[in-house]
């Protein structure tokens, strides 16, 4: 009996020894406990590249729907602005009108002051000159028969 016999003799022994402790089914279980571990670890990971994918995707979608809302609204801003430089055109446009009739208006105002004025002066001047003349031709009596005679005209135009 050498020392080969009692080496198998001593491996039959352990392997019989683990058998019997159950060591291959704790092995087997464990293996079978970290395989279900890993299958889980995948189905998670799985899980997690859907939810990241559905998330990426809503993130996408509402960052468009930004875009288009961000569109609409410089879209809005500046029809906006077209629509109010318009009406400030215009109503420049109405006020230069405004001020142009009224000033229009002004100057044919004074045009029309100018003139009554002139006449006025003209007649002042006239009867002035009138005056000049009568008071140098005409003496006290023709003055008194020229007096009456108008005052009678004036009196047949009343009546």
Request: charged share 35%; no cysteine; glycine share 0%.
């Amino acid at each position: 009996m050498d020392a080969t016999f009692w080496a198998t003799v001593a491996l039959f022994i352990f392997l019989a020894l683990v058998t019997y402790l159950g060591v291959p089914k704790m092995m087997a279980k464990s293996l079978d406990a970290r395989a279900d571990r890993i299958r889980n670890d995948l189905e998670e990971a799985r899980r997690l590249r859907e939810e990241a994918q559905q998330l990426l995707a809503e993130y996408q979608k509402r960052r468009r729907e930004a875009e288009k809302e961000a569109s609409d609204i410089i879209a809005a801003a500046k029809h906006e602005a077209q629509v109010i430089v318009e009406d400030a055109k215009q109503k420049t446009e109405e006020y230069v009108a405004r001020r142009n009739v009224l000033a229009e208006q002004k100057i044919a105002q004074a045009e029309r002051d100018a003139v009554a004025e002139v006449r006025s002066r003209a007649v002042d001047i006239a009867v002035d000159a009138a005056t000049k003349l009568l008071a140098d031709k005409i003496d006290a009596k023709t003055d008194t028969a020229l007096f009456k005679s108008t005052l009678d005209d004036v009196k047949a135009r009343l009546n």
